[in-house]
């Protein structure tokens, strides 16, 4: 899922309401994995359906492993048709013996990502990364995973740490209908291999539920043991959805933001997001600066604060 070029928000009835305040988990410490720039190489492009294309990348053996919900930036070698890099979720991490392998999940929708689609196996692209702050899956409880749409790539990352670490998921896969459940044929068999639960719904009721995601929640959670926590990606109105949702129900929730991002390690202060009031009223009191890379108590920067932010971290509000 290219972090610059957003998802269509997903039609389904996501309306503004007043965040309740309520008791939420404390926001994972500051990200301090080392990050680095290395060439990489194709090994594997293919189509995955709904105009979306899966990417592997052969990193150098000493390339750091990106941890679920982190991202890369992925800059095309001269000549290109653009300057910038693009970032990218990271939705797969296979070791192996000459260095890890990264996949991505992503749509060729602008000029960059168009011309990513161009490369063939043995082409060179550089990687900068692992960046930003990923999803906390150390948080205690039964791990409740929500993609939107391409959303799914992150999210299937994550689904095989917590399998490593022995924890079984639910995962909430929504979209506008069938056709834009994006790779539902390697999730589901991922999630097979996994032990994890596959749950669908379709705005129009092509597959699954015939709802919104956030629908598919509501009938699901009843039935799930407490304590239960959140992880989620996907189209913003989707995730202030889910936020609303965790916050009125006091049920940890962690989201995988989107923004547009030029240098993705907080240089050029491109992609700010509100913070909520209590997180402005915490920065306060801290008292402390933050560490210039990272936002201010009124913004927070997406590609280093996040881009996971808990729910109570961000104002929904203000993101629309």
Request: aromatic residues 6%; charged residues 20%.
């Amino acid at each position: 899922m290219s972090r610059r070029e957003r998802a269509r928000p997903a039609r389904g009835g996501y309306r503004p309401a007043r965040i309740p305040v309520a008791t939420a988990a404390a926001p994972p410490a500051l990200a301090k994995t080392a990050w680095r720039q290395a060439e990489a190489r194709v090994t594997l492009h293919r189509d995955a359906g709904a105009g979306h294309r899966w990417l592997e990348l052969a990193m150098p053996r000493a390339f750091p492993l990106p941890g679920a919900g982190q991202f890369v930036q992925l800059l095309l070698e001269a000549p290109a048709p653009v300057l910038l890099p693009r970032p990218m979720s990271v939705a797969l991490v296979r070791r192996a013996a000459a260095g890890p392998v990264l996949g991505f999940l992503y749509a060729p929708v602008g000029d960059g990502t168009r011309a990513l689609a161009a490369l063939d196996v043995d082409d060179r692209v550089l990687v900068l990364g692992p960046l930003g702050r990923g999803f906390p899956l150390e948080v205690e409880g039964v791990p409740v995973l929500i993609a939107g749409g391409r959303g799914v790539a992150p999210l299937l990352f994550a689904a095989e740490t917590l399998e490593r670490q022995g924890r079984r998921c639910e995962f909430l896969f929504g979209a506008r209908d069938a056709a834009h459940l994006v790779a539902l044929a390697e999730t589901r068999r991922r999630l097979d291999r996994m032990g994890g639960r596959l749950h669908l719904a379709t705005d129009d009721g092509s597959r699954g539920v015939h709802g919104t995601v956030l629908e598919l929640l509501d009938r699901i959670a009843p039935h799930l043991p407490a304590p239960r926590v959140i992880h989620a990606c996907g189209p913003h109105p989707m995730l202030a959805a889910i936020a609303r949702w965790g916050l009125r129900h006091s049920v940890p929730t962690f989201l995988a933001m989107e923004s547009i991002m030029a240098c993705g390690t907080g240089v050029c202060r491109g992609c700010p997001l509100p913070r909520s009031e209590s997180e402005r009223r915490r920065l306060s009191r801290a008292r402390a600066p933050l560490p210039s890379l990272y936002g201010n108590p009124e913004f927070a920067m997406c590609c280093t604060d996040g881009p996971v932010f808990a729910a109570h971290a961000l104002d929904w509000e203000r993101l629309g």
